[in-house]
């Protein structure tokens, strides 16, 4: 009888680990069983060596939970205080170790070690464990729902005050004249025809507001069966149904009608008032008991219960208020100087405006400054020292103005400042006269003292002024013209366009003005019988020359100055012209057209629709388009990215990842963002034929795209061999020189008879 050798079990599948991951209860409730439970799931794919949950308590450093970590090691670091993320970010990847930021009360790091092979697996995984362990945070979900509106429009704060208010007087009005208050409110925000507040107690309907129903109790009972909100349209109305539950307690549904269905902030807005309900429904269940008591024994006992139960709410109502109170205030100003931010400076920047063009009062005036040299000072120094200095010239630019004026940080070593009813020399003299004299005083960084100069240019509001992005282009424009003049400098906007009119600056400004920045098309193919599947949108600068640029040449000018969302919008504008035109002379086709933007784009739900809105206009289809983003300046981008982009795949466009491959975090970025498309970056393509590196990276890529059902675009093709190589692989889309160049709109045209015909019923192209 012959013994047959054991073979270790295959390694689950990468996506079951991750979703076993994100079942990990809060670290504050999870049991010893559960923390061996995690390592045991991430030791199946990546052999531990040791692990860590750690913060930062009063006391020091505190693990939550280490796995194999030597005592040493841990005293090393509970030594670091200060230093403490510098020294982790030191330990060597090489030797298998992964760090990773958590944004979490009690965990700020994950700290872990296997295989140096499997080291892009463990990070994945680490950062999967992050966004889980984010997720865990209490009161995140609660706090959540009002902030997003308030960040995207003030206009909502004053809203949402309002709701608050009347909540505040739930202790002084009737149950019934309160409910009547918040209706009205709900008429008045969201034109709401009726708001009904029921419970359903075994089919048993009991009405809460108002005692007696226009509507048939069944018509409600099919409103109130379900424990998750309910939408339907039903006799020309639409219907929302809310459940109010607290925990495992259900307390009532909120229902109301409108003649016009609901837009997502008005969802929001709903939500919100939904949480704010259960609240005061839980404390009027906890009197309604108090009030049935009928002995001392029992009233003394429940009394202590109510009075921990309104310990409780109370506790949660100030946690709640201090992180909305928090989370409005990070979302509008800068989290390193305390500065407001580009979106709290751009809306003070239109009221001022409209001040000026509705009152003629006095105008105002803008500085943009920036830093000479600030690279030298982060390469010489570090990146703790520049911010160091930013913090300190910060309070030195705030210390320069007046009470109305403001200082603001655009990103980087960018300020902008804004002086009120400063529209004058004399005016706006002292204060840059302040600005200098301050900033020549030395800083001292981490003990070495070093001088600074700042370039700043200065713009002021004029009849002439079209809107708050010229005038702040045309501050911004005066502050590179400062830089051109030797550095340290002032240049008044009007010296700039007078003396530098022919600045790249200016030249690219005006090219977008005349319309000379026009859209160039590169056909995509299906590699396994090369028809046509899409283009992608391709920038052409036409110079007064009449040379034409390539985007290479002008995309990092319009970045750097900050005309790179108008590029855009204008590029995406002459698409849709150029594409309403193709489908007039060929009937339609299954093709998709890819245009790449910058991430900047997904700041706010604003700028999204503006894009969307350019598409309505010019009467085409937005399920024609893909939009492309970079894979390195998208992880940049601020948590509202991925609600934009969820925003974007709603209104039938579909998500590309561009230059997938380049970055540090490329396979966390397909799970956490919405991907249809992923591109290959071209420098794999090139070097795939004489590398089996590159080879392997690219046959990965497409198992990775077909098991997540992706689409996968190789860029670059520049010959034969490259193509064929790509077809053997299987690879299903590509782009390249070899099959087609950057072709203007007119050539296109015999190309589309190479698409697939549209589908008889679809109304999208796919």
Known sequence: MSVQPLTPPDPPPLLAVVSSIMDFPAPGIASPEDYARLVEQLGRLCPLQHFAMLGLADGGLHWLYAHQLPEAFKQQ?????????????????????????????????????GAPEQTPTLRLLLECLAKRLHETQTGTQLAGQASPLMQRDPQWQQKIEKISRIMRLAHNLPQHALFSQLEAVLRQMLAVNDMLLVRLDNLRLEKLYPMRLAYADDVIRALCHSTNSIERSEAGLFWYSLPLRQQQQYFAHLIINTAQPLEADDRLFLDFLRHQLTLLLELTRVRQQLDELNSEESINQRLQQLRQTNLRLQKRLRHHQELERRLQFNALHDPLTQLPNRALLMNHLHHAMTRYRRYQTAGFTL?????????????????????????????????????????????????????????????????????????????????????????????????????????????????????????????????????????????????????????????????????????????????????????????????????????????????????????????????????????????????????????????????????????????????????????????????????????????????????????????????????PKDLALIRAMRDICQDLD?????????????????????????????????????????????????????????
């Open 710 to 766: 992706f689409t996968l675009v190789v860029e670059g093709i520049e010959n034969q061999q490259q193509l064929q190589k790509l077809i053997e692989l299987g690879c299903a889309q590509g782009q390249g020189r070899h099959i087609s160049p950057p072709l203007p709109g007119s050539d296109i045209i015999p190309l589309l008879t190479q698409a697939d015909p549209p589908a008889e019923s679809s109304l999208n192209p796919s």
């Open 77 to 113: 670091l509970g030594r670091e205080g200060p230093r403490l993320t510098e020294q982790l970010t030191r330990l060597d990847e090489h030797q298998g170790w992964c760090v990773q930021a958590v944004e979490h009360y009690e965990v700020q790091w994950l700290l872990a070690r």
């Open 367 to 691: 500085i943009f400054a920036d830093v000479d040299h600030f690279k030298q000072v982060n390469d010489a120094l570090g990146h703790s020292a520049g911010d160091q200095l930013l913090q300190e010239l910060a309070r030195r630019l705030q210390s320069c103005i007046r009470q109305n004026d403001m200082v603001a940080r655009l990103g980087g070593d960018e300020f902008v400042i804004y002086l009120d009813n400063s529209q004058q020399e004399e005016d706006v003299s002292p204060v840059l006269n302040r600005i200098v004299g301050r900033i020549a005083h030395p800083f001292r960084l981490q003990g070495n003292e070093l001088t600074v100069t700042v370039s700043l240019g200065v713009a002021s509001v004029s009849e002439q002024t079209t809107d708050i992005s010229e005038l702040l282009h045309q501050a911004d424009l005066a502050m590179y013209q400062a830089k051109r003049n030797g550095r340290s400098r002032i240049v008044m906007y009007s010296d700039a366009c007078m003396e530098h009119s022919g600045s790249p600056e200016e030249r690219l400004f005006r090219a977008l003005r005349e319309g000379r920045i026009v859209p160039y098309f590169q056909p995509v193919i299906r590699l396994c019988d090369s028809r046509l599947v899409g283009l992608e949108v391709m920038a052409r600068w036409i110079t007064e020359e009449g040379e034409l640029k390539d985007a290479f040449d002008f995309i990092p000018l319009a970045e750097q100055c900050g005309l790179i969302q108008d590029l855009d919008r204008q590029i995406l504008r002459r698409t849709c012209q150029q594409l309403k035109s193709w489908l007039q002379l060929s009937g339609g086709g299954r093709f998709k057209i890819s245009l790449n933007l910058s991430g900047k784009h997904l700041a706010s739900r604003e700028q999204i629709m503006a894009l969307v809105h350019i598409m309505e206009e010019e009467g085409v289809i937005p399920g024609y388009f893909i939009f492309e983003f970079n894979e390195r300046e998208l992880s940049r981008q601020s948590a509202d990215s991925l609600t934009s982009l969820h925003e974007l795949r709603a209104k039938g466009i579909q998500i590309s990842l561009d230059d997938f491959g380049t970055g540090f975090s490329s396979l966390n970025a397909l799970f956490h963002f919405p991907v249809d498309y992923i591109k290959v970056d071209d420098s794999f393509t090139h070097r795939m034929l004489n590398s």
